[in-house]
C-alpha cells in the first residue's frame, strides 16, 4: 500500500517538542493481573502495590507477575518510554505488606515429596530478589513502601531493596522455625551480610516478631513514617534525593561490588531448604497449616 505523504511546506524551521511521558497504565507495558502499576513522570518513579488473588502471599501467579514487570521495566527504560530513577513497590493488602511464600502449595509439595517443585518455587524467588538487590541492572533505586507486616518472604523481599521506608508499629519476622523450617529465599545471606553471621543467625532462630523501630534501630529500615503516612514519606524522600540519585546508585553499586551477593549462593540455600521442607513431620505441616489460616483469619478481619 501507496502512503501519500503531505507536501512540504517551506518556512521557518521549527523545534520539535518531544510528547510527554507515557503513562505506565496507558502503556503496552505492565498488564499485570496481581501488580498495580502507575508511572510518575515528574519524580520518574514507578509506584507498584501487590494485590494478590487471595492470601497475600508469594503465589506462583504472582511471581510470574513480578519476572514480567522487571522486564517491563528493563524495556520501559531502554525506549526512553519511562526514564525510571526510582522504584517503588507496596502492597494494597490492608495492614500487610506480604505474608510470605505460599505455605498451602509447600505443604503439597511436601507430602508429594516434588523436591524438584520445591526448589523450582524457592529458586524463581531469588531470581526475582536478586534482580531486584541489583537494580536490574539500571541506574535506578529501588524503595519499599511498608504499611502493613511483612512476615516470612515478605521479609526477605524486604532486604533486597536499597531503601526500606515503614510506618511506625508494623511488625516483621521470620516464623520458619515455628514449625521445623528456615527462611531459604534471601533472609540468611541478606542478614549475614548487613547484621554479621552471629546476629543474622540469632534473628532467624528466635522466630520472634520485631516492630518497625527495633529494625530501624538495626539500620534494616531507613526511614520510619507515621501510620498512614507510608506514601507521602516516600514521596518526600524521593523529591528531597533527586539531586543525589547518581551518588546513591553509584554507592549501592559500589556497596554491591565490596559485598557480593552472587546469585548461586542463593541458589544454594534454596537446595538446602527444600531437602530441609522435605524432612518435616506431620505435626510440623499441620503448624504450618495453622499458622496459615491463622494469618488469612487476620488479613480478612482486616479487609472487612
Known amino acids: 500500500m501507496t502512503v501519500e505523504h503531505p507536501p512540504v511546506v517551506p518556512g521557518p524551521r521549527r523545534r520539535r517538542i518531544p510528547p510527554p511521558p507515557a503513562r505506565a497504565e496507558s502503556h503496552a507495558l505492565f498488564r499485570l493481573d496481581q501488580l498495580e502499576v502507575s508511572f510518575d513522570p515528574a519524580s520518574r518513579s514507578l509506584w507498584t502495590y501487590m494485590r494478590p488473588d487471595t492470601r497475600p502471599s508469594f503465589n506462583p501467579d504472582l511471581l510470574r507477575d513480578f519476572v514480567t514487570w522487571q522486564d517491563d521495566i528493563a524495556l520501559a527504560c531502554a525506549g526512553g518510554a519511562m526514564p525510571i ?3 517503588v513497590l507496596g502492597s494494597r493488602c490492608p495492614g500487610v505488606f506480604s505474608l510470605g511464600g505460599d505455605l498451602d502449595l509447600f505443604a503439597r509439595h ?3 515429596r516434588d523436591r524438584e517443585a520445591l526448589i523450582g518455587y524457592g529458586r524463581a524467588c531469588v531470581r526475582i530478589l536478586h534482580r531486584n538487590m541489583s ?3 539500571l541506574p535506578i533505586v529501588t524503595i519499599a513502601l511498608v504499611e502493613g507486616d511483612a512476615l516470612g518472604g515478605g521479609f526477605e523481599a524486604l532486604l533486597s531493596f536499597n531503601v526500606v521506608i515503614a510506618e511506625r508499629g508494623t511488625r516483621f519476622g521470620l516464623p520458619e522455625t515455628l514449625f521445623g523450617l528456615f527462611p531459604g529465599m534471601g533472609a540468611h545471606c541478606f542478614l549475614s551480610r548487613r547484621l554479621g553471621a552471629a546476629r543474622a543467625e ?4 528466635s522466630g520472634r516478631t520485631y516492630e518497625a523501630e527495633e529494625l530501624y534501630e538495626l539500620g534494616l529500615i531507613h526511614a520510619l513514617a ?3 503516612g507510608g506514601r507521602a514519606a516516600v514521596a518526600d524522600y524521593i523529591r528531597q534525593n533527586q539531586r543525589r540519585h547518581s ?3 553509584a554507592i549501592y553499586e559500589a556497596s554491591r561490588a565490596v559485598n557480593p551477593l552472587p546469585l548461586a549462593e542463593l541458589e544454594a540455600v534454596v537446595t538446602l531448604w527444600a531437602d530441609a521442607a522435605l524432612r518435616l513431620s506431620e505435626t510440623d505441616l499441620k503448624l504450618m497449616r495453622r499458622l496459615t489460616g491463622a494469618q488469612t483469619r487476620l488479613h480478612d478481619r482486616m479487609r472487612d
Not at 540469632?202 to 532462630?205: E, N, P, R, T
Open 226 to 228: 507515621e501510620p498512614g
Open 247 to 249: 551518588a546513591h546508585c
Open 110 to 112: 511436601i507430602r508429594a
Open 135 to 137: 537494580g536490574l541492572d
Open 85 to 87: 530513577r526510582y522504584l
Open 202 to 205: 540469632q534473628m532467624i532462630l
